[in-house]
């Protein structure tokens, strides 16, 4: 049974910075697509950065040059680091995997679309104020 678990969330002045933790347990050797999404409430699921079995990072463009997505495969975990944080990216953020995927669809933000990915976290609520 996959089961993923976000941690590392909090609250955080407008500036600051913050990393993100994933464990993965369960996950199914071979290839996979992973990544972090965030939502508000009220607003649509955003995708925030990917990464393939390549190591290919990927970036939504509202946090390009101040996210940073990687993984420590020895651990099974993924992180997200977050820098230079602003009230707009007060959210709920949610670790996410397709840990089958074939490449038959792009794992790349923006394309990579959030009902792709068969497992969920629970969220970590990460709260900017300014």
């Known amino acids: 049974q996959v089961q993923l678990a976000e941690s590392g969330g909090g609250s955080v002045q407008s500036g600051g910075s913050l990393r993100l933790s994933c464990t993965i347990s369960?996950?199914?050797?071979?290839?996979?697509?992973m990544a972090w999404f965030r939502q508000e409430p009220g607003k649509e699921r955003e995708g925030v950065a990917s990464i393939d079995r390549d190591g290919r990072p990927s970036y939504g463009e509202s946090v390009k040059g101040r996210f940073t997505i990687s993984q420590d495969n020895s651990k099974n975990t993924l992180y997200l680091q977050l820098t230079d944080v602003n009230p707009e990216d007060t959210a709920m953020y949610y670790c996410?995997?397709?840990?089958?995927?074939?490449?038959?669809?792009?794992?790349?933000?923006?394309?990579?679309?959030?009902?792709?990915?068969?497992?969920w976290g629970k969220g970590t609520q990460v709260t900017v104020s300014s």
């Open positions: 369960g996950f199914p050797h071979g290839s996979y697509c």
């Open positions: 996410a995997a397709d840990g089958d995927w074939s490449g038959g669809y792009s794992c790349a933000l923006p394309r990579l679309e959030y009902w792709r990915m068969d497992y």
